[in-house]
């Protein structure tokens, strides 16, 4: 009964290749997040839905683009990977803004 | 502007040896700060919210409006309380994160 998780745990992939990862949470949340860690673990939001409409797009390229089917499902689909994206992307829940974060396990991302 | 900073990048203490893991913050309304833990290789986790007073794993945080302040503390340290320290403020519909601190614990 996983609160927050994302598929896949790894993904290894070469420059210039499309990926798509996953997440899902089963609290019930309205709003949902993503988040960048870099190698210095800093934690970057990168964008939020809340009722499936988008309310924070923070600084990404636009070949980051989110999409949410529903309420319980955030994906993320990156275009032309670059090095530069290798790092651990976490999806987070919250119930409403500004609330508390739940987060998933995280999804290292590593683009040779 | 909305920022938090945790001036620390690294706290390595023994086992035993009281902590604390500094956060100040700069926030134009009323604050609601966090503080979260990441162990290794693992997810965040909350720790503790500043309005529940809480203590969890015997760390307390106190809210210094005064001083702009959200230090986390606890007054004997564990191996197992080795991790990744990130204190967080809400505001503009989102958490903003400080850079963390690593709590690193010799036995």
């Known amino acids: 009964d996983t609160a927050v998780s994302q598929t896949p745990k790894y993904l290894v992939t070469q420059m210039g290749n499309d990926k798509s990862i996953k997440c899902e949470q089963n609290l019930g949340h309205d709003t949902m997040y993503w988040y960048k860690q870099d190698s210095k673990k800093f934690l970057k939001i990168m964008f939020s839905?809340?009722?499936?409409?988008?309310?924070i797009n923070e600084t990404v390229p636009n070949r980051f683009s989110p999409k949410s089917p529903d309420k319980a499902h955030l994906n993320l689909h990156i275009n032309s990977l670059e090095l530069g994206d290798s790092a651990v992307y976490f999806c987070?829940?919250?119930?409403?803004?500004?609330?508390?974060?739940?987060f998933g396990p995280g999804t290292r991302l590593t683009v040779t | 502007a909305q920022r938090v900073t945790q001036p620390e990048k690294l706290l390595s203490v023994f086992k035993g040896a009281p902590v604390e893991l500094k956060c100040n913050y700069s926030?134009?309304?009323?604050?609601?700060l966090f503080w979260y833990v990441q162990y290794s290789r693992q997810r965040l986790q909350l720790l503790l919210r500043?309005?529940s007073r809480e203590s969890i794993k015997g760390f307390t945080a106190d809210l210094n409006k005064g001083e702009t302040s959200f230090h986390l503390k606890k007054p004997f340290a564990q191996e197992e309380d080795s991790a990744m320290y990130y204190c967080a403020l809400s505001g503009y519909n989102k958490l903003i994160f400080g850079a963390g601190t690593r709590l690193a614990v010799h036995p």
């Open positions: 926030y134009s309304g009323s604050p609601e």
């Open positions: 987070a829940s919250s119930p409403k803004p500004n609330y508390e974060q739940y």
């Open positions: 500043h309005i």
């Open positions: 839905y809340n009722n499936k409409e988008l309310i």
